[in-house]
Nanobody, 126 residues
């Protein structure tokens, strides 16, 4: 088990910003591939951003240019800075850790990630 604990969700108006955090504090180092997913009701989880051990990042087209994934290795914490939020960003957001063949956009499916946080709700009103 890789305990992951998200925080930072909430409600914001369109155009606003939120920063999500994901703590992996019980581990000596952040896992090699970390990602943020979101899930709409009744739909599968969608991978929206990944970051590997070297800091290489990838983004889904739906969030590119608005969201930034980053990590603080000293704090064993993953972040998702979300700017210019839109109502369609309303979803449950999850952080995940895994070991896909490559930590990039081609391997952003949920099945590649074995460890998940409990999720945090983001609601964007128009």
């Amino acid at each position: 088990q890789v305990p992951l604990v998200e925080s930072g969700g909430g409600s914001v108006q369109a155009g606003g910003s939120l920063r999500l955090s994901c703590s992996a504090s019980e581990y000596t180092a952040i896992p090699a591939c970390m990602a943020w997913f979101r899930q709409y009701p009744g739909e599968e989880r969608e991978g929206i951003a990944t970051i590997n051990s070297n800091g290489y990042t990838t983004y889904a087209d739906s969030v590119k240019g608005r969201f930034t994934i980053s990590k603080d290795n000293e704090k064993n914490t993953l972040y998702l800075q979300m700017n210019s939020l839109k109502p369609e960003d309303t979803a449950m957001y999850y952080c995940a850790a895994g070991a896909p063949p490559y930590c990039n956009g081609a391997y952003r499916a949920a099945s590649y990630f074995a460890y998940w946080g409990q999720g945090t709700q983001v609601t964007v009103s128009s």
